[in-house]
């Protein structure tokens, strides 16, 4: 994918992760852009425009920045205001797949109205499929009983709690894809992968493989079934290479069941 992109926008493929600052999909044949909450659509939409047909942007709503740079989280009227936002800036007259992003303080809570405000844009065709993020197994029902769901983006990665997995394997049940992020940092988030003795199991499959950790930790999610995609970021073109990279890695079933056993009873 990196040297498609640098071929269409007539760039070094070494210069595809400075232009784009965005989270590339990791799965072969995929072309799928997650637009997050803190990239510029502008800038995205420069990069990218004219759009290929084969393209799928996802954006997030809910959060939001105020001219201060804080954090803030918008009621359902406003929603439509940062779908509109998000149109305007990207270019279209649609967005392809638009995630409700549910803060950390609303995971033991009702999204139903939130939710149902986006399903009202989707009816009004100005998005074409829906998504959550950050949802729990209840919520995630909650969103399906107002309006269809294609795509659920929770943290998930090595390490996983067994909730998360619980939901992993629900939305394969459920034909839903599962697009994790924090697939590379695992339970420690911002913070990066623990070091301690999951982080030698992993070293030592890397060794095996000659790739990297995050490559190990990328194919690992991406075995977890066929519905699993990943969104790691990164603004470092090396980096990119290395996790489309890792969409090809292979890991033998006692790999993926030595890496499996870690946090398994968390």
Known sequence: MVAQLADRWGVEPRTVGKTVFAELTVRP???????????????????????????????????????????????????????????????????????????????????????????????????????????????????????????????????????????????????????PFFAIAGPGREAGPAVGDNEAEVCAVARAHGVSIPQVRLAWTLQQGRHVLAIPGTSDPDHLAQNVAAGALRLSEEEMARLTSLGAHT
């Open 29 to 179: 044949g995929s072309t799928h852009i997650t637009r997050n909450s803190g990239l510029n659509p502008t800038r995205t939409a420069k990069a990218l425009a004219p759009y290929p047909e084969d393209l799928v942007i996802t954006t997030k709503v809910w959060p939001g920045r105020d001219p201060s740079g804080a954090w803030w989280w918008a009621e359902p009227a406003q929603l439509r205001a940062q779908v509109e936002e998000n149109l305007r800036q990207l270019g279209r007259d649609h967005l392809d797949v638009v995630n409700l992003r549910v803060p950390p303080s609303g995971r033991t809570g009702s999204i139903g109205e939130h939710f149902g405000a986006l399903a009202e844009l989707r009816e009004a065709g100005l998005i074409r499929h829906l998504g959550v993020s950050n949802v729990t197994s209840a919520q995630l029902a909650e969103a399906r009983d107002i309006a269809p769901v294609v795509c659920v983006q929770n943290p998930y990665g090595i390490g996983a709690p067994s909730e998360e997995r619980a939901l992993l394997r629900h939305c394969g049940e459920l034909g839903i894809a599962f697009v």
